[in-house]
């Protein structure tokens, strides 16, 4: 094993192993090619898991016979749905309970903080690789951690002790110059740069930023900008670990794990975008996607509804003070409901102890709960055709659980002044905020933390399983011709938003069964009907089709409903892995004009044999056509794919060892 990883060190790419992420991969590479674009099999040190899609991870893990966490670390938090309407929230945390104690996982409980916060506070390290079942798992490269959103199934796996697979990622470096003005803050500065890239700009890319500038960045700060890079598409996102990240875990009492980790003085990245901080003004994101950035000025004065401050991206002790400041002594504007979310126990009770809690309640701030909240449709939906101004990361259509709420993106800054005016506000005109203190310790708050308990005790652990908890169905394997009509045609850029809604439906994110009659809903509502009818079929796409979250039950639900294929211009990246995992076979058009050639119900036909070559046809039957297409597949992923995904293809092997 060694020298064949000394084997592969020696022919890696020499450029990327001066970066910070070829550093980390070159420490955690066990097969394949350290090349841009090929494959490798890392190694993963740290998991998380949430709520949403750690339930079908264990029951994933379940079914692959894993017994316990072969990681440094693994966390399972629960944070997404902590509503509790009925009993299946309820029965899905007491499970996941379970699972933690049995497979020695830290369960950070309902009311801890959003999993991204609290692994950044308590768990992240420099230099180490996360494997997480959510896509904003980047957060972590704030500190320099590579930190990497996968399907719950990759994750599983990982907490088994197995390699993480992915294509080697070309290395972007992010110069940034320079210092931010007043009231221009880190999330200005991801915005600026989803200006640039758009929401697939950085698919099979890393983001790794460089240059003066950063040392004028927070960790918090750095981490907001990792958080939204998965809005571009990348991979991950990174800053190096320097005397700023010593800092921060000077502050949450971790510094005996700092080490220094930065790209080489010689670094050449193979592409370079120079952003000069002073130069960037206050950003939005506009109604209904992360990549439609403008400045705010260009749509000031846009009466405003609600506001919600809070989720991964913008939920750090700072982001917090920085309400505080801007409320303190002030009142929000009579028409508009104002929500404040903190992102860990920690944060809270530090504002708390401080006395700040009461600042904001006494501004006319709602405070929520620590959980990612409104974010996620959990609550907080907005009245009909509504402004609501949000720091989070993501304002897909009908994500807040309102379809014609027009929700915008922005900084603190910009939403508080707009809480404060009752119209969406440029910051900058509000004066000058003062210089944030920050405290000089932050306590960890410990009393919603479980440690698991020693392996002789967790062997007498039972699974508890509520009556909504379903397993996971194993997929049939291929059948030599795979025939069907097209149940659905879609457009560019399908969030899994669209593919599998959260909000009102997260309840049942362990049932698939019941899941899947909402596939598609906010799309076609008859979708379901159509797939049941025809018992199952084909989806056509345009580009990026899946960008998004990494909850795995958008290849799942349509997986049990009989999806054989997918047929886009493009996918994004952890979209794509979860359609292999499930059975699903994602094709995409060798000529894009060939997706006018089919239409919905049209009758396609493709030969199983024929996805041994990365290039094949299609026969559209309806329409006496043969379309080429094209896929990415590795012959083993080929060979998952036959077997029916490659859940159904592990567990095979596995019973027949
Ligand atoms: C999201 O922001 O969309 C989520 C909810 O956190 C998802 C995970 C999920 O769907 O459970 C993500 O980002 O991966
Ligand atoms: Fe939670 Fe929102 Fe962050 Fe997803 S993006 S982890 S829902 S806070």
Redesign the pocket.
Known sequence: MENKIKKILEDADTKLLKTVTGKILAEHVLKGELQPGEEIGIRIDQTLT?D??GTVAYLEAEVLGIDRAKTELSVSYVD?NTLKMDHKNADDHVYLQSVAAKYGLILSKAGNGICHQVHLERYARPGKTLLG????TPTAGGMGCMGI?AGGLDVALAIGGEPFFLKTPAVVGIKLMGRLKPMVAAKDVILAVLQKLGVKGGVGKVLEYFGPGIKTLTVPERATITNMG?ETGATTSIFPSDEITLDFLHRVGREDEWVRLEADDDVEYGEIIEIDLSEIVPLIAKPHSPGDVVPVSEVAGLTVNQVCIGS?TNSSFKDLMTAVYMLKGKRVSPHVSLTISPGSMSVYYELAERGHLAELIAAGARILECT?GP??GQGQAPRSGAVSVRTF??NFKG?SGTTDAQVYLSSVETAVSSALTGVITDPRSMGELREIPMPDKIKMQDALIVEPPDPKQAEAVELMRGPNIKPIELREALPEKVQGSVLIKLEDNIS??IIMP?GVYLSL?SNVPEYAKHVFEPADPNFYDRAKEKGGGFVIAGDNYGQ????E?AALCPSHLGVMAVIAKSFAR?HLANLINFGIIPLTFKNEEDYDRVDLDDELELEAGALDSNELVIKNLSKGIEIPLRHTLTPAEVMRIKAGGSLAYISKSNADK
């Open positions: 949430q949403a899609t997404h079942s959510d896509s904003h959103g998965a991964c990612c974010c996620i990361n993501r994500r899994t938003d959260a994110r998004g979250s990494s909850r039950h952890i």
